[in-house]
């Protein structure tokens, strides 16, 4: 798996790939981990960096038994395809 990590004093979790950092903005809020923006530099696109990323997001949302509330279209439709611990929002 890519090495994801989570900068907790971003509130994002950062992949490094060809010397670039993709992210997910994110927040926990009562066990849910609230993904609020996933980003790919745009020389990473269609290269699947932020199917990587977020591998590594819901792998670490696991490990620490947090639902998943995708507020990024692009996380939303991620675990749609791929699965992952999806909660309600409310």
Request: proline content about 0%; charged content about 25%.
């Given at each position: 798996m890519a090495d994801v990590t989570d900068n907790t004093a971003a509130g994002r979790y950062e992949l490094i790939e060809a010397d670039q950092t993709a992210y997910a903005d994110y927040r926990v809020e009562n066990g849910r981990?609230?993904?609020?923006?996933?980003f790919s530099p745009p020389?990473?696109?269609g290269a699947g960096t932020a199917g990587r990323l977020m591998e590594g997001v819901v792998?670490?949302?696991?490990?620490r038994d947090?639902?998943?509330t995708p507020l990024c279209g692009y996380?939303?439709?991620w675990i749609r395809r791929h699965g992952g611990p999806v909660g309600p929002l409310a």
């Open positions: 981990l609230i993904i609020d923006y996933v020389a990473l696109r792998a670490d949302a696991r490990r947090l639902q998943i996380a939303a439709a």
